[in-house]
């Protein structure tokens, strides 16, 4: 798991916020990384209830797609207040080979949600 003061630099790809609020999120990557939310085709931010396969399957889409700026950091925020156990393995096989310069952040309630080989 991370915290928003872990963000100062983008070491990993993928990052794990219990807790976290989205604004607080968006306004580190845009004063730490100078990277504009608004308006930038290499940015996604989504909001689930319940996270499942068939959402999991869409950001693999997304993921596999090049991105719009070349060099350009691609940017994944999830909002997942659940999250089944066949999402989370398909997001697994993603983190496990991420594209340069990609950065996924999930933000959940809780870490008891995962299952612990996405946690770690």
Same mark, same amino acid.
């Given at each position: 798991?991370?915290?928003?003061?872990?963000?100062?630099?983008?070491?990993?790809?993928?990052?794990?916020?219990?807790?976290?609020?989205?604004?607080?999120?968006?306004?580190?990557?845009?004063?730490?990384?100078?990277?504009?939310?608004?308006?930038?085709?290499?940015?996604? #931010? &989504?909001?689930?209830?319940? /996270?499942?396969?068939?959402? @999991?399957?869409? !950001?693999?889409?997304?993921?596999?797609?090049?991105?719009?700026?070349?060099?350009?950091?691609?940017?994944?925020?999830?909002?997942?207040?659940?999250?089944?156990?066949?999402?989370?393995?398909?997001?697994?096989?993603?983190?496990?080979?991420? #594209? &340069?310069?990609?950065?996924? /952040?999930?933000?959940?309630? @809780?870490?008891? !949600?995962?299952?612990?080989?996405?946690?770690?």
């Amino acid at each position: 798991m991370h915290t928003l003061n872990q963000l100062s630099i983008l070491a990993h790809h993928a990052y794990c916020l219990v807790g976290a609020k989205v604004d607080h999120l968006l306004h580190t990557l845009k004063k730490e990384h100078d990277i504009e939310p608004r308006g930038n085709p290499d940015f996604f #931010h &989504e909001k689930h209830e319940s /996270f499942g396969i068939d959402e @999991s399957r869409r !950001i693999k889409e997304l993921h596999s797609s090049k991105g719009f700026v070349t060099g350009e950091k691609r940017i994944f925020i999830l909002e997942i207040k659940s999250i089944t156990h066949e999402a989370q393995n398909a997001l697994l096989k993603i983190f496990e080979e991420p #594209h &340069e310069h990609t950065h996924f /952040f999930i933000l959940i309630p @809780s870490a008891s !949600i995962l299952l612990p080989t996405l946690r770690s």
